[in-house]
């Protein structure tokens, strides 16, 4: 038998659960072992839990048919999450050198002091992210250690959350078997982010909008730091429950009915005769084509709800600096037809859609759509945080290895937007 290194990932959303079970290779890409799916039954409303039984069942379950499919049975995961109130702050922290060399202890010192400086228990503390250093009178720091000084300064960004939302959520992970350790709950708009980005993203300027069944996430980078991370509680779900409203049907109809408008890109008017004397359409098919249009306009305008309220959030964080690479969606809702023209309109900027697909291999097929983004990110959270003796390892039949690592590409560039009059005449 051989051995490989494997990491988990559970993904809570809003309607389903999504475990994941990676390889970490080289090129800083992951092989996808196992996946598995569970559907919540609105055990979590809008990243929160509301039912601990259903919960507990939907991770029991998705755990379960990704264990079986990695051939090995998970223990040991990091967890997505993004309910409750999200709070991110910068902290400037200060701390004497007297003119020695910079140690990795004196970063464990700085962060460890931005955290007591929120001023709030250590269980609702999630991430703690230094932005930037500055020794003596030099800014501009990525990496101090070993550089000399009299003192050491850093802007840290500290990202809390709901100590109830926190402690369920832990809770409830607990109760399905598994473990889950201090630095293991991750916001999942931080891990689609590390999914999707690169360096160079991250450097000339780019804000990432998860788009999930009960929440909005949005995490800006600039000059290669986190600028901010903001959180709505409002997502595709919401979409279903005002179409189950309008037409009058209950939540699973109308998911049903959106998938289908939204399945393929087209348009929604009713097809025009071609001569005087062509007959006219169907009564039936007009009557089609009218509830095409319907879905999409009420679809359409919670749609545009949500990206204004992000829209409005990342004009205050960004204070008017220019972002090169614009806006990358992910989420299931990233995956409508032309909704890259719909977003470019909003914001004014440069969108595309962001695929994870790029940094996997394996079960690629089951993985690489944006709305897979936060679960494999959460997997590079698990690689970085968790310690040797931490990560679990999954034995292989002899003669059975790895596939071998393609090449690895740059994202492409954001595509070109559609012109508004395409868009209106789809939507009309």
């Not at 999630?126 to 020794?135: A, S």
């Not at 009178?137 to 959350?161: D, F, K, S, T, Y």
Request: hydrophobic share 40%; glycine share 10%.
């Amino acid at each position: 038998m051989s051995d490989q290194q494997i990491f988990a990932a559970i993904d809570l959303g809003s309607t389903k659960v999504c475990a994941l079970v990676g390889q970490a290779l080289e090129e800083d890409r992951f092989e996808i072992v196992g996946i598995g799916t569970a559907s919540t039954h609105h055990g979590i409303r809008n990243g929160t839990i509301v039912d601990v039984q259903q919960t507990v069942a939907a991770i029991r379950k998705a755990v379960e048919i990704a264990g079986r499919k990695a051939s090995h049975p998970l223990t040991h995961v990091v967890v997505g999450f993004a309910g409750g109130e999200i709070e991110g702050q910068d902290q400037r922290v200060m701390i004497a050198l007297k003119d020695r060399e910079v140690q990795e202890s004196d970063i464990d010192r700085i962060l460890q002091e931005a955290r007591t400086m929120m001023g709030c228990a250590p269980s609702e503390l999630l991430h703690t992210i230094p932005k930037g250093y500055r020794i003596d009178e030099q800014g501009g720091i990525l990496n101090p250690i070993g550089m000399v000084g009299a003192r050491l300064e850093a802007q840290v960004h500290v990202i809390r959350g709901s100590d109830m939302v926190l402690a369920n959520l832990k809770r409830s992970v607990e109760r399905a078997g598994l473990t889950v350790r201090e630095g293991d709950l991750v916001l999942q708009p931080l891990a689609s982010a590390r999914a999707v980005l690169t360096e160079d993203d991250k450097e000339l300027g780019v804000c990432v909008v998860d788009i999930g069944g009960g929440t909005t996430g949005m995490v800006l980078y600039q000059n290669g730091a986190l600028s901010g991370v903001r959180v709505v509680p409002l997502g595709g779900a919401a979409m279903t429950k005002d179409l189950a409203a309008v037409l009058r049907i209950s939540q699973a109809d109308a998911e049903r009915v959106k998938r289908e408008v939204f399945a393929t890109p087209g348009h929604s008017e009713p097809p025009a005769p071609e001569e005087e004397d062509a007959p006219a359409p169907s009564e039936e098919a007009m009557s089609a084509a009218g509830r095409r249009v319907q879905v999409r306009e009420v679809v359409e305008a919670r749609l545009e709800e949500i990206l204004r309220k992000v829209k409005s959030d990342l004009d205050r964080l960004r204070q008017g600096a220019f972002l090169a690479r614009g806006v990358v969606l992910t989420g299931g809702v990233a995956k409508m037809p032309n909704i890259v023209s719909f977003a470019e309109k909003i914001f004014e900027m440069p969108v595309s859609v962001g695929h994870p697909g790029e940094r996997v291999q394996g079960l690629v097929d089951q993985t690489s759509g944006p709305e897979f983004a936060s679960a494999v990110g959460l997997l590079y959270f698990a690689r970085d945080q968790w310690s040797p003796a931490e990560v679990p390892v999954r034995e292989l039949p002899i003669g059975e290895t790895a596939s071998p690592v393609p090449v690895k590409k740059e994202r492409e560039g954001p595509p070109a937007g559609v012109r508004l009059w395409n868009w209106l005449r789809e939507i009309i």
